[in-house]
C-alpha cells in the first residue's frame, strides 16, 4: 500500500482494534468515505516474505486474528456498535466459522508437506495413498 503522507494526517493512523488483518481495507473504506479515490493494481507483484503462504497450515491464532478482524470492520462500518443484534449475530456466525476453521486446518495435512513426502524416494513395500485402488501390488 502507498500513499502519501498528508492522507495520513488527513484520515489519521490505522485502527489498533485489528491484529493484522482487515487493517489496510478498513483504512481505505475511511479513505472512501472522505471522498477520496482508491486505486488497484492487479498487475503489480508484490513478494511477502512471510511463512504463511497458501497450501501452509495456519496457526489458531491468525486464523482468530482474521476473523476478529472481519468482526470488527463489520461492526465499525455496518452496525450501529457492539450492542446491536446484527454485530452479535456476526460475532456468533465469525467465531463459529473460526473454529470450524482451526479444526479443518488442524485434520488436514498442509500442501508443502504432502508435496515433500510425495518427493521422498520411496521404501520398498511402501505404498502411498494416492495409489492404492483397492487392491494392495
Same mark, same amino acid.
Given at each position: 500500500m @502507498?500513499f502519501?503522507? +498528508?492522507?495520513?494526517?488527513e484520515?489519521g493512523?490505522?485502527?489498533?482494534?485489528?491484529f493484522?488483518?482487515?487493517?489496510?481495507t478498513?483504512?481505505c473504506?475511511?479513505?472512501a468515505?472522505r471522498? +477520496?479515490?482508491?486505486?488497484c493494481?492487479?498487475d503489480?507483484h508484490?513478494t511477502?516474505?512471510?511463512? &504463511?503462504?497458501?497450501?501452509n497450515?495456519?496457526?489458531?491464532?491468525?486464523?482468530w486474528m @482474521?476473523?476478529?478482524g472481519?468482526?470488527?470492520?463489520?461492526t465499525?462500518?455496518?452496525?450501529?456498535?457492539?450492542?446491536?443484534?446484527?454485530?452479535?449475530l456476526? @460475532?456468533?456466525?465469525?467465531s463459529?466459522?473460526?473454529?470450524?476453521?482451526t479444526a479443518m &486446518? &488442524?485434520?488436514?495435512?498442509?500442501?508443502?508437506?504432502?508435496a515433500?513426502s =510425495?518427493s521422498k524416494p520411496r521404501?520398498q513395500g =511402501?505404498?502411498r495413498q494416492?495409489?492404492y485402488?483397492g487392491?494392495?501390488?
Amino acid at each position: 500500500m @502507498f500513499f502519501r503522507r +498528508k492522507l495520513l494526517d488527513e484520515v489519521g493512523a490505522w485502527d489498533e482494534r485489528y491484529f493484522g488483518y482487515w487493517v489496510d481495507t478498513d483504512w481505505c473504506r475511511g479513505l472512501a468515505v472522505r471522498g +477520496k479515490t482508491v486505486y488497484c493494481l492487479p498487475d503489480a507483484h508484490i513478494t511477502h516474505h512471510e511463512g &504463511n503462504r497458501r497450501g501452509n497450515r495456519k496457526t489458531a491464532s491468525r486464523i482468530w486474528m @482474521f476473523h476478529y478482524g472481519a468482526y470488527q470492520y463489520y461492526t465499525k462500518w455496518h452496525t450501529a456498535g457492539y450492542c446491536d443484534p446484527r454485530s452479535l449475530l456476526a @460475532f456468533a456466525a465469525l467465531s463459529t466459522r473460526s473454529l470450524l476453521k482451526t479444526a479443518m &486446518n &488442524n485434520l488436514t495435512v498442509p500442501t508443502a508437506a504432502r508435496a515433500q513426502s =510425495e518427493s521422498k524416494p520411496r521404501q520398498q513395500g =511402501e505404498v502411498r495413498q494416492a495409489e492404492y485402488r483397492g487392491t494392495r501390488p
